[in-house]
């Protein structure tokens, strides 16, 4: 989309922006990294990029910290339950993130 100068409009946002809203709705507010959202998503796209669940981990991490050795709050790298991830729950995020997309496009062209 064109502005008055002629110059583009460029939004800058994530599809996890979005997806991420259903935190504390549908998902765990601790959900994050390799969690149920981020899981399921890929496994209702891309189920052959999946090998295992892997396991659920809800780190106690600080507010804020300066540390040299982060892997000790999520050494798998998992910050949620991806036990509980499905394709089924992938698709519906997925259908989500798309429809808020198309209404923010469309009140943007206004």
């Not at 496994?43 to 990029?49: F, T």
């Not at 910050?79 to 429809?99: F, L, R, S």
Request: aromatic share 8%; with cysteine; proline share 7%.
């Amino acid at each position: 989309h064109m502005n008055q100068e002629n110059r583009p409009r460029i939004m800058v946002c994530s599809d996890y922006d979005f997806a991420f809203d259903l935190k504390g709705i549908e998902f765990d507010e601790r959900d994050s990294h390799a969690g149920t959202i981020e899981t399921s998503r890929v496994m209702a796209i891309r189920p052959d990029l999946m090998k295992g669940k892997g396991t659920r981990n809800y780190p106690d991490l600080p507010r804020f910290e300066i540390t040299p050795d982060p892997e000790r709050y999520f050494p798998s790298g998992v910050m949620g339950d991806p036990t509980i991830a499905a394709a089924k729950k992938g698709q519906k995020i997925n259908e989500y993130v798309i429809e808020q997309i198309v209404k923010l496009v469309k009140e943007l062209e206004q």
